[in-house]
């Protein structure tokens, strides 16, 4: 079992920049993928940015240029930079793993990551 806790999330201005921080514990060995998902009001649950095991990241069409997906493993905790942030981020973001020893790792499908965390709030105002 994998446990996934979120922070730093929070309320902020359009154009403002926040840090999700994500600790993972447990069985982490047992993940090759690592990631973040989020669902605003009224919108399904959409792919940000997910990180390999070998370092390879991806991102949803909406961030690129504007988040950064990295991860301590000395730390077992993931990150996600966010800056210029839009109205449109608001949402409820959730640290997400994907079991096993090898695969791929993408941010097109929600149902391919196998533990969530609670999540952590981020409301951008105009």
């Known amino acids: 079992q994998v446990r996934l806790a979120e922070s730093g999330g929070g309320s902020v201005q359009d154009g403002a920049s926040l840090r999700l921080s994500c600790v993972a514990s447990?069985?982490?060995?047992?993940?090759?993928?690592m990631g973040w998902f989020r669902q605003g009001p009224g919108i399904e649950r959409e792919g940000v940015a997910v990180?390999?095991?070998?370092?390879?990241?991806r991102y949803g069409d909406s961030v690129k240029g504007r988040f950064t997906i990295s991860k301590d493993s000395a730390k077992n905790t993931l990150y996600l930079e966010m800056s210029s942030l839009k109205p449109e981020d608001s949402g409820m973001y959730y640290c997400?793993?994907?079991?096993?020893?090898?695969?791929?790792?993408?941010?097109?499908?929600?149902?391919?990551?196998?533990?969530w965390g609670e999540g952590t709030r981020v409301t951008v105002s105009s």
């Open positions: 997400t793993a994907r079991s096993g020893a090898d695969g791929y790792c993408g941010v097109e499908y929600a149902s391919d990551m196998d533990y």
């Open positions: 447990g069985s982490t060995w047992r993940t090759f993928c």
């Open positions: 990180i390999h095991n070998d370092g390879q990241s």
